[in-house]
């Protein structure tokens, strides 16, 4: 099966659905006000970064009342797969093995945390 793949999430985006992620249930207000700190945006920037994300399948909405209310619609766990995947491709000749040797050589990834995953994978299939 083919899984159509989601267009990349800018810097602005990512750190805009990092919030979205986080609350689970968000508003565009809300979303402004946990950034200020780090990211100041002006009102408009967060409903446009939103709609974007909507847009490219990351986000949904609903509406209560005469607010939007974002939510995931997908996790950053699938994200973050999509992102090792064009890794994979493009540095590692779509080899995972290749990946997996070169963290371990690198040291990313113990000997011992690659056998607790193969553990968890045979255990996963049973």
Do not use: N
């Not at 996790?75 to 994979?88: K, N």
């Amino acid at each position: 099966m083919v899984r159509k793949k989601q267009p990349r999430l800018s810097p602005l985006e990512t750190t805009v659905m990092d919030v979205v992620w986080a609350q689970a249930s968000v508003t565009a207000e809300q979303v402004r006000r946990l950034l200020e700190k780090k990211q100041p945006m002006k009102d408009s920037t967060v409903r446009t970064v939103l709609r974007r994300l909507e847009h490219k399948g990351y986000a949904k909405h609903r509406v209560e009342g005469r607010v939007y209310v974002y939510e995931p619609k997908v996790q950053p766990q699938r994200v973050a797969a999509e992102a090792v995947r064009r890794i994979i491709d493009r540095f590692c000749a779509g080899s995972v093995e290749k990946l997996l040797v070169g963290m371990v050589d690198d040291q990313i990834v113990s000997h011992d945390e690659l056998a607790e995953l193969v553990r968890k994978i045979a255990e996963s299939e049973k």
